[in-house]
């Protein structure tokens, strides 16, 4: 068994070559291009919503309160003439700062995760190949499952899902070649 303070710098460097490789993806590549699709008349769509000034978050339309309010013949009504989900973000141009911090913190917190899984699993000295193989699972899992929910409940295209499954393949390969590299002894 190794400590998970003891794994620091593989922590650290995967998350630092996650960070990398991610930049690399989706500023080299164009495979991302297409992961999302543009709408007939866009200003006068985006004029329309602008009008409402409505806050950062996440919305469902028609949206209903309550259960009870879901099973009403009016609200099935409004169902059948079409269904979206938008997310609203703030006005003028993203800054990039902030979610650059949060993927790498992001990343620190995988690798964190695949190193508590190899700790437990393996011992100092550990063939790189066996620690390769854990930190590898451990970290495709975290880079990749959880996008599988927006697929089934949120119409996310199996394009943009897939795409995300190889980013999460690269992730967590490079995570499991730092953790095999820097195993300790």
């Given at each position: 068994?190794?400590?998970?303070?003891?794994?620091?710098?593989?922590?650290?460097?995967?998350?630092?070559?996650?960070?990398v490789?991610?930049?690399?993806?989706?500023?080299v590549?164009?495979?991302?291009?297409?992961?999302?699709?543009?709408?007939?008349?866009e200003d006068k769509?985006?004029?329309?919503?602008?009008a409402?000034?409505?806050?950062?978050?996440?919305?469902?339309?028609?949206?209903?309160?309550?259960?009870?309010e879901?099973?009403?013949?009016?609200?099935?009504?409004?169902?059948?003439?079409?269904?979206?989900?938008?997310?609203?973000?703030?006005?003028?141009?993203?800054?990039?700062?902030?979610?650059?911090?949060?993927?790498?913190?992001?990343?620190?917190?995988?690798?964190?995760?695949?190193?508590?899984?190899?700790?437990?699993?393996?011992?100092?000295?550990?063939?790189?190949?066996?620690?390769?193989?854990?930190?590898?699972v451990?970290?495709?899992?975290?880079?990749?499952?959880?996008?599988?929910?927006?697929?089934?409940?949120?119409?996310?295209?199996?394009?943009?899902?897939?795409?995300?499954?190889?980013?999460?393949?690269?992730?967590?390969?490079?995570?499991?070649?730092?953790?095999?590299?820097?195993?300790?002894?």
């Amino acid at each position: 068994m190794v400590p998970i303070m003891a794994l620091w710098l593989p922590i650290l460097v995967s998350a630092a070559i996650v960070f990398v490789a991610s930049s690399i993806v989706h500023m080299v590549f164009t495979y991302h291009d297409k992961d999302f699709k543009g709408v007939p008349e866009e200003d006068k769509l985006l004029n329309a919503l602008r009008a409402f000034n409505l806050p950062p978050g996440e919305y469902v339309l028609p949206h209903a309160g309550s259960s009870k309010e879901r099973n009403t013949p009016e609200f099935q009504e409004k169902m059948k003439k079409g269904t979206f989900i938008m997310s609203v973000w703030e006005s003028g141009p993203p800054s990039m700062a902030k979610n650059l911090i949060q993927w790498f913190v992001y990343s620190v917190i995988v690798g964190i995760f695949a190193a508590y899984v190899v700790g437990r699993a393996l011992g100092p000295g550990a063939p790189y190949l066996a620690v390769f193989r854990f930190a590898g699972v451990t970290a495709f899992a975290c880079y990749t499952i959880a996008q599988w929910q927006d697929f089934i409940w949120f119409k996310r295209s199996w394009g943009r899902t897939f795409r995300g499954i190889i980013d999460g393949l690269v992730y967590g390969l490079l995570t499991a070649g730092t953790f095999g590299w820097l195993w300790p002894e």
